[in-house]
Structure formats: structure tokens, C-alpha cells
């Protein structure tokens, strides 16, 4: 069964604290790994694609990476306004509408 | 990056009214629309998958004739939800697929909050 998993389901983190979120895959086809960022009641905004093992892609403080099993959205000396919802998404080669979320990971950065 | 738009933000109505969302892909053709619907603190539930110019995929457990949705053109769908009861307030959001020329990103609107009083 196609499945994505999220871990862990809440962080909270210090200023300053890096650390990782991870996001697991069980697809028959890969066809891209998406990470969005979604703030309380606003919808998702995209931030990566990622489309083979070994692909990393980094924006400010994050930096996505790919293995064949999972993916890590890592967060270098968060600030408070990273705090945010991050969901991770997978795309099918199966089909070129199929997107299959991942319940999200909760950021809170406390100052 | 593409953008969507999703319309109104915040609607309130009586219970037994419709109420219509309207999301649109302003800078892009969308073949395929998705609309979600999200309790607090909860994720993304897909509800159903429009294409244009063809009937919605509705999710498992889903009411068709309850959430009515029509993809009119490659740039507009629109989700009407009938009869709407205290039970139906929540976040809707809808999504958009750029054709098969893009890189398979979904981008999405901002979200309507219903409220059925």
C-alpha cells in the first residue's frame, strides 16, 4: 500500500536549536518528493521538489535531502517564525494526479 | 512560483443555505483541481479530484450530493456545499495541477473557513 509517514508528530525547539524532520515513503513509483510549509489557517506553501536519491535542495535555513526510502527537511538555527506545520507529499508514477500526503510534522521555535 | 487563488476566505451562513468556493490558477492552466478539507490541527483530507470538463473522483465516504463540485474551465473549479449544517463548518482548501508540462508540484489556494450557524 502507498503510504507516507511523518516524524516526529510535534518538535519543539529553542532558538537557535537545528534539528530534522523526517518523512517516510512506500510507493510502487517515486515520481517527486514535495515539502510545503502550512501556517495556521492558510494553505500549504510549496517549498521543494525533490526527485531522485542523493537530490538536496536548500532555501534560507532548510535544506531537503533524498534517500530511496525517506526524506529529512533539515532546519539549520531555526528562528520563531519557522514555527509552522511542514508536510511532506509524494507524487506517483502510477498516475500523474496521485498525491499522497503525510500528516505533517508541528514546529514550534521558542524564543 | 504558480499561483492560486481561493475565494471568499471566511463565509458564515445559516444552516440549510449553499455556499460556493471558488478556487482559480491565475498564471497557469490547471488540468486537474483537488479540494481538501482540514479539521484543527489535523491534515489534509482529500475529498475529491476534478479534471476539466468531467465529473469529480470523489474520496471513500464522501457525499457527492452534498459537496458539488464542477471544474468549468482549465482555470476555475468550484465547490458548492449544499444544504450546509453546523457539521460541514470547517477549512476548505483547494489545490491545483499545472498540465503535464510541469514538474508535478501541487500549489494551493489559501483556504475558505466556513462557518454554518
Known amino acids: 500500500e502507498d503510504q507516507v509517514t511523518q516524524s516526529p508528530e510535534a518538535l519543539r525547539l529553542q532558538e537557535g536549536e537545528s534539528s530534522s524532520l523526517n518523512c517516510s515513503y512506500t510507493?510502487?513509483?517515486?515520481?517527486?518528493l514535495f515539502w510545503y510549509r502550512q501556517d495556521p489557517g492558510k494553505g500549504p506553501e510549496f517549498l521543494f521538489t525533490?526527485?531522485?536519491a542523493g537530490e538536496e535542495k536548500e532555501k534560507e535555513r532548510l535544506k531537503a535531502t533524498l534517500t530511496k526510502k525517506e526524506s529529512f527537511l533539515h532546519i539549520t538555527a531555526p528562528k520563531p517564525e519557522d514555527s509552522a506545520t511542514y508536510l511532506c507529499?509524494?507524487?506517483?508514477?502510477?498516475?500523474?494526479?496521485?498525491?499522497?500526503f503525510g500528516p505533517g510534522t508541528s514546529l514550534s521555535v521558542i524564543p | 512560483g504558480a499561483v492560486v487563488s481561493q475565494h471568499p476566505s471566511r463565509v458564515i451562513c445559516k444552516s440549510g443555505t449553499s455556499v460556493k468556493i471558488e478556487c482559480r490558477s491565475l498564471?497557469?492552466?490547471?488540468?486537474?483541481m483537488f479540494w481538501y478539507r482540514q479539521f484543527p490541527k489535523k491534515s489534509l483530507m482529500l475529498m475529491a479530484t476534478?479534471?476539466?470538463?468531467?465529473?469529480?473522483?470523489?474520496e471513500q465516504g464522501v457525499e457527492k450530493d452534498k459537496f458539488l463540485i464542477n471544474h468549468a474551465s482549465l482555470t476555475l473549479s468550484t465547490l458548492t456545499v449544499t444544504s450546509a449544517h453546523p457539521e460541514d463548518s470547517s477549512f476548505y482548501i483547494c489545490?491545483?495541477?499545472?498540465?503535464?508540462?510541469?514538474?508535478?508540484?501541487?500549489?494551493f489556494g489559501e483556504g475558505s473557513r466556513l462557518t454554518v450557524l
Open positions: 489545490s491545483a495541477l499545472p498540465g503535464l508540462a510541469g514538474t508535478g508540484e501541487l500549489f
Open positions: 510507493v510502487s513509483g517515486l515520481r517527486g
Open positions: 525533490l526527485y531522485s
Open positions: 507529499a509524494v507524487g506517483m508514477k502510477t498516475s500523474y494526479d496521485k498525491v499522497i
Open positions: 498564471d497557469f492552466q490547471a488540468t486537474t
Open positions: 476534478s479534471n476539466e470538463g468531467s465529473k469529480a473522483t470523489y
